[in-house]
C-alpha cells in the first residue's frame, strides 16, 4: 500500500535559517510525482514545489528546493532564508498513475506544522 | 480561468440532515478528488472521479457517503444522515491527467467546511 511518512509533527526555525522538512513514501509504482503544499491559518492549499520520479535533478523554486533521494524514498523540503510568513502547515503528497489506465492515485502526509520565530 | 470552485464556504447541519457539498473543477479538468481534513490533521483521500465514472473510491465511508461528478455540473459530495463526526474540512482538488512527461499537480479549492450540530 502506498504510505506517505511526515516524522516532525512540529518544527521551529528562526527568521533568516534555513529549514528542512521530511518526507519519506512507500510506493511500488514505477511512474510517480512528489509534491509539497503549504496550508497557512487561513485553510487553502497552496502549492510550492514537484519532483518527478524520472527527475534526475532536485527540484527547485524560489526559496524552496526538493532533496529527492529516490533510492532512499525521501522527498524532503528544503527552505531557504525563513520568513515569518513560512509559518504553516506543510504537507507532502504523492501521485501515481498508470499509463493507459484509469488509475491514477493522490495521497498526503499527516503534515508538518512550522513556527518561523523572529 | 477560474480556479477550483466550492460551495458553500461553511455548512452548518443538524445531526439526521443532508449536506451536500458543490465542486466545480477549473475548466478542462477531468479528474476530480475529494478529501476530507479533521482539525490538526492531514487530508484523507475520499474518492476520485472523472466525469460520469466513479474511479476510486477506497477512503469513502461505506454509508451515508456518496459522490459523482455528471456530465454536465459540479461534482457532488454527498453525506446522509449527518453525524457529529462528520464535521470537518471537505476539500476538493481538480487536475487535468497525468502523463509520463509532465506530472500534474493537483488544483485546490478553498474547502467546505461542514459543522455539525
Known amino acids: 500500500a502506498q504510505k506517505i511518512t511526515q516524522t516532525q509533527p512540529g518544527m521551529f526555525v528562526q527568521e533568516k535559517e534555513a529549514v528542512t522538512l521530511d518526507c519519506t513514501y512507500d510506493t511500488s509504482d514505477q511512474s510517480y510525482g512528489l509534491f509539497w503544499y503549504k496550508q497557512p491559518s487561513s485553510g487553502e492549499m497552496i502549492f510550492l514545489i514537484y519532483q518527478g520520479s524520472y527527475d534526475e535533478q532536485n527540484a527547485t523554486e524560489g526559496r524552496y528546493s526538493l532533496n529527492f533521494q529516490k533510492a532512499r524514498k525521501s522527498a524532503n523540503l528544503v527552505i531557504s532564508a525563513s520568513q515569518l510568513g513560512d509559518s504553516a502547515m506543510y504537507f507532502c503528497a504523492m501521485r501515481s498513475f498508470w499509463m493507459g489506465t484509469s488509475y491514477d492515485k493522490v495521497i498526503f502526509g499527516p503534515g508538518t506544522s512550522l513556527s518561523v520565530i523572529p | 480561468n477560474a480556479g477550483v470552485m466550492q460551495n458553500p464556504r461553511h455548512l452548518v447541519r443538524r445531526r439526521g440532515q443532508e449536506a451536500r457539498l458543490r465542486c466545480s473543477p477549473m475548466k478542462g479538468h477531468s479528474h476530480v478528488y475529494w478529501y476530507r481534513q479533521l482539525p490538526e490533521e492531514g487530508l484523507k483521500f475520499m474518492v476520485y472521479l472523472q466525469k460520469e465514472n466513479i474511479i476510486d473510491e477506497s477512503g469513502m465511508p461505506k454509508e451515508r457517503f456518496s459522490a459523482e461528478f455528471p456530465k454536465e455540473g459540479p461534482s457532488i459530495l454527498r453525506i446522509q444522515q449527518v453525524v457529529r463526526g462528520d464535521s470537518a474540512a471537505y476539500f476538493c482538488?481538480?487536475?487535468?491527467?497525468?502523463?509520463?512527461?509532465?506530472?500534474?499537480?493537483?488544483?485546490f479549492g478553498s474547502g467546505t467546511q461542514l459543522s455539525v450540530l
Open positions: 482538488a481538480s487536475s487535468p491527467p497525468s502523463d509520463f512527461a509532465t506530472n500534474e499537480k493537483l488544483f
